[in-house]
């Protein structure tokens, strides 16, 4: 009678992975995305450059299931007429296809918040960007180490 | 030939306060086919998904979302709503074939 020790020492296997990982390569906030996630951010874009803040993406750093990953994704807006969040849009950069979600928020939700279950189909970073209502983009990303990847197989 | 679109479940609080923030929680029963995966024979297994959610408070959009085949099956969707006023909530589920899903949900003030 002993219990099986597998998944949690699978849990501390990536946990030390992923130190090593980050320790050794500090990744700027900048670096390089796919080209077509970099093509879907430059049709929302239209000239305008995203600054960064204001956005927050709650992810796990580490997920062993891929199939499903909780996400939140949040903005710092009072959601009032005159000043609120329009849209977040949010890519997965190394999925098939980049685009994950598309929020269209309204200032009737009263604080900008979304959750959702999405699909990783490797170890990749997500990038969302909200579009606030007066037109300013702010953007922010965060990396999910996958485990087990999501994308059909 | 779309899959079905399952049964929805909906947690939205019966009252609130007259300014407070709830929060509504939505899921729903459907298989996300990616268009991506490949059957037996080898062939590519039509995309078949959950493309749009809407939620509107007496007639009114609050929240809506575009989803894409990288949202997991059985798409949870999570949103707050500021309650001003008691009254009707639709929520509506549209498949890539165009078919829809409904819920409403009533709310009044504490």
Same mark, same amino acid.
Not at chain 1, 17 to 27: D, H, M, T, W, Y
Not at chain 2, 65 to 82: E, G, Q, R, T, V
């Given at each position: 009678m002993h219990a099986a020790p597998t998944p949690s020492r699978r849990v501390m296997l990536a946990l030390a992975?992923?130190?090593?990982?980050?320790?050794?390569?500090?990744?700027p906030?900048?670096?390089?995305?796919?080209?077509?996630?970099?093509?879907?951010?430059?049709?929302?874009?239209?000239?305008?450059?995203?600054?960064?803040?204001?956005? #927050?993406?709650?992810?796990?750093? &580490? %997920? /062993?299931?891929?199939?499903?990953?909780?996400?939140?994704?949040?903005? @710092?807006s009072p959601m009032t007429a005159a000043d609120h969040v329009k849209t977040i849009y949010v890519f997965a950069d190394k999925n098939p296809t980049p685009d994950l979600a598309t929020f269209h928020l309204t200032p009737a939700m009263g604080r900008a918040s979304v959750d959702t279950r999405i699909r990783?189909?490797? #170890?990749?970073?997500?990038?969302? &960007? %909200? /579009?606030?209502?007066?037109?300013?983009?702010?953007?922010?990303?965060? @990396?999910?180490?996958?485990?087990?990847?999501?994308?059909g197989g | 030939m779309a899959a079905p679109i399952g049964q929805p479940r909906v947690r939205i609080p019966a009252q609130a306060r007259a300014g407070e923030v709830i929060d509504i929680r939505t899921l729903i029963s459907h298989i996300m086919e990616?268009?991506?995966?490949?059957?037996?024979?080898?062939?590519?297994?039509?995309?078949?998904?959950?493309?749009?959610?809407?939620?509107?408070?007496?007639?009114?959009?609050?929240?809506?979302?575009?989803?894409?085949?990288?949202?997991?099956?059985?798409?949870?969707?999570?949103?707050?709503?500021?309650?001003?006023?008691?009254?009707?909530?639709?929520?509506?589920?549209?498949?890539?074939?165009g078919e829809e899903r409904k819920a409403t949900n009533d709310i009044k003030l504490a």
């Open positions: 992975a992923g130190g090593v990982a980050i320790s050794l390569l500090p990744r906030a900048s670096a390089q995305l796919a080209a077509p996630t970099q093509a879907a951010i430059d049709r929302i874009r239209g000239g305008r450059t995203p600054q960064e803040g204001r956005v #927050t993406l709650r992810l796990p750093p &580490i %997920a /062993e299931n891929g199939n499903t990953v909780p996400m939140t994704v949040s903005v @710092e990783l189909g490797t #170890t990749q970073d997500v990038v969302a &960007i %909200a /579009e606030m209502s007066d037109g300013n983009l702010f953007m922010t990303r965060a @990396e999910v180490k996958v485990t087990i990847g999501g994308c | 990616t268009g991506q995966r490949r059957d037996q024979a080898g062939a590519i297994i039509p995309r078949d998904i959950i493309k749009r959610f809407e939620a509107k408070f007496e007639g009114q959009l609050v929240f809506a979302m575009d989803l894409a085949p990288a949202i997991s099956a059985n798409p949870y969707i999570a949103f707050p709503f500021k309650v001003e006023k008691a009254g009707s909530f639709e929520f509506t589920w549209t498949n890539d074939a």
